[in-house]
Every structure is written in C-alpha cells, then in structure tokens.
C-alpha cells in the first residue's frame, strides 16, 4: 500500500471542507456592511463582534486550512463556530436541522488532531 495515501486523504478532506465551509461564510461578509448589522449574538457580546468572529471561523481560518498553512490551530476557531451553530443556535432545532453544522465539527475536528499532511504548506517545512 501507498504510504502517501493517508496524506493525500488529508488533502482532499481539507480541500473539501474548507472550500464547502468558504460558501457559508463568503457570504455574510456583506452582512459586515449593513446598518444596523443584523446578526445572532447568542453570547451577548454584541452583533458585530459576534459575526467577526463567525467570519474567523468560517473565511479566514478556512482559507488557511486550504492552504495548509498552521492547520491545526486554524481548524480551532472553525470547531467553535460550528460547535456554537450546532449547540447554541441550533440546540431546539431537530437533528436535520444542525447535521450540516455537526458535519463540519466533525471533519475540522479530525483536521485539528491530525493536521495537514504533506500535500501543504505545513508539510513543505518537514
């Protein structure tokens, strides 16, 4: 068996979930530039803050798992989003309803503990 072929599986699960992740959130970036901004804030930290940080999680760490560049610390900001969507947004919600957001918690998750693979930017260093 290939040895390469755990590493080419960490590929295509980052490129996957990132890429899929980057339509949920690419969008709300429009949300940033409306008045008054309209956003959950299931924390009471206030709209905007909690949309810049659902922006963290679901744009920029995305980006950067893309890539593969610091995957595991990137993939924490992304675990907490969805995390947060599945459990505090979605808590009343039936299981249909959150399974998109416990999908992705489950996928970032193994990319938190494994990391990116040597098909990255990560992996160019070793």
Do not use: C, Q, W
């Not at 959950?40 to 949309?51: N, V, Y």
């Not at 039936?94 to 503990?113: D, H, Q, R, S, T």
Request: charged residues 15%; hydrophobic residues 55%; glycine residues 8%.
């Amino acid at each position: 068996m290939n040895k390469n072929f755990p590493d080419l599986g960490l590929l295509i699960l980052r490129i996957g979930f990132a890429s899929l992740m980057l339509t949920h959130g690419i969008p709300k970036i429009n949300s940033l530039f409306e008045s008054p901004i309209k956003f959950a804030d299931p924390f009471g930290i206030g709209e905007t803050t909690s949309l810049i940080l659902t922006l963290i999680g679901e744009v920029v760490a995305p980006i950067l798992i893309l890539i593969g560049f610091k995957t595991k610390l990137a993939a924490i900001p992304v675990v907490i989003t969805m995390f947060v969507a599945a459990f505090v947004i979605h808590a009343s919600d039936p299981l249909n309803v959150k399974e998109k957001a416990l999908l992705y918690l489950f996928g970032f998750l193994v990319l938190l503990f494994t990391g990116s693979g040597k098909y990255s930017v990560d992996g160019f260093k070793k």
